[in-house]
């Protein structure tokens, strides 16, 4: 069963803190402290951990500290949402300095995040079965006015129960200097098999490949025995931060070899910066050795990842994605 956190009220509590990256040039920090300002008038609180503000060989603080930072934000039951910072390289670090009881024994709150961060999202659910949310860092809410898919993140958190979301209208290929979206492409699904129509159901999993990837065949891996808990099936959601074609199929192959795409009954694919083909081989290549055996649909350039706009995805969440002429609706539902 799927621990749900409560839906998060307008005078709440946010904790933030870098589980991987921290936050130390000058025009990162006026900008966090823009996203902070804007929560604040939105009518949040921030409570802003120690390591927010240091960085040094990629990471805030030392894993066992940012372990630390983060399990006193998740005990604390005056905080009813924990953002992340940003993401970064190496989360993976403090996996092992998580405390297995304080995280059974305390009440679920949301963490939210993506990219690195969306390592710990993934552990959290996989291994205790905790909803998480893979979708804004906290650095994204550091603009001068807040674009709209944020506000729809926000608003998520707050539902009760059936969350529906289609996709946006137009995308950003290249950032603004403001830190606004540069909404620019237009937004177009695509089925890896070219049907024009179709309906996945299954329990939402997923985040950045490269982060979650880390731990397959560690001690933090238990994704087959998740998976295996719904017998109504996976649906899988993916991206990748800057992977080339090759390592892309070499990831997803080694999550495929890892039983993680069993019980799978299709596949959400993020938009990629991966489009450069290396010699004769193409992100297309690589989607089509992992996934054309498995007979199961494949849709991608899904609102996912790093190319912002993105959706907010629930881990454990019970999902429904409709496809129909190159646009998509995703459903979740607190079951």
């Not at 054309?292 to 993105?310: A, C, E, F, R």
């Amino acid at each position: 069963m799927i621990k749900y956190p409560r839906p998060i009220k307008n005078k709440d509590i946010i904790g933030i803190t870098a589980t991987s990256s921290g936050v130390v040039e000058k025009e990162d920090i006026l900008r966090l402290d823009l996203a902070i300002s804007n929560l604040e008038e939105l009518g949040f609180t921030i409570k802003e951990t120690e390591n927010v503000r240091t960085n040094k060989k990629f990471v805030s603080a030392l894993p066992e500290e940012r372990a630390k930072e983060f399990l006193e934000l998740y005990q604390d039951d005056s905080i009813s949402m924990i953002a992340q910072v940003r993401g970064g390289e190496f989360l993976m670090e403090m996996l092992a300095f998580l405390d297995n009881t304080i995280l059974k024994k305390s009440n679920p709150k949301w963490i939210t995040g993506y990219s690195d961060s969306s390592l710990l999202n993934f552990y959290l659910t996989t291994n205790f079965n905790i909803a998480t949310i893979t979708s804004m860092n906290i650095f994204k809410f550091g603009m001068k006015k807040l674009d709209s898919s944020l506000l729809l993140h926000l608003d998520i958190l707050k539902a009760n129960d059936k969350i529906v979301q289609d996709n946006f209208k137009y995308y950003e290929e290249e950032r603004n200097l403001d830190n606004s979206f540069n909404l620019t492409k237009k937004v177009i699904y695509k089925s890896l098999y070219k049907e024009e129509s179709i309906t996945i159901k299954g329990r939402l999993i997923g985040g950045c490949i490269e982060a979650i990837a880390t731990i397959i065949g560690t001690k933090y891996d238990n994704t087959t025995k998740f998976i295996k808990q719904f017998p109504e099936g996976i649906l899988w959601y993916l991206e990748d931060f800057m992977a080339n074609p090759l390592d892309l199929y070499r990831l997803l192959w080694q999550m495929r070899e890892a039983n993680w795409f069993q019980n799978s009954n299709g596949f959400l694919i993020g938009r990629t910066r991966a489009l450069k083909e290396i010699e004769d081989f193409t992100y297309l290549d690589a989607l089509h050795k992992v996934f054309d055996d498995m007979n199961v649909p494949v849709i991608y350039d899904v609102d996912i990842g790093h190319l912002m706009p993105t959706i907010t995805v629930i881990n454990g969440s019970l999902g429904t994605f409709k496809y129909k002429n190159h646009k998509g609706t995703l459903i979740m539902e607190k079951k």
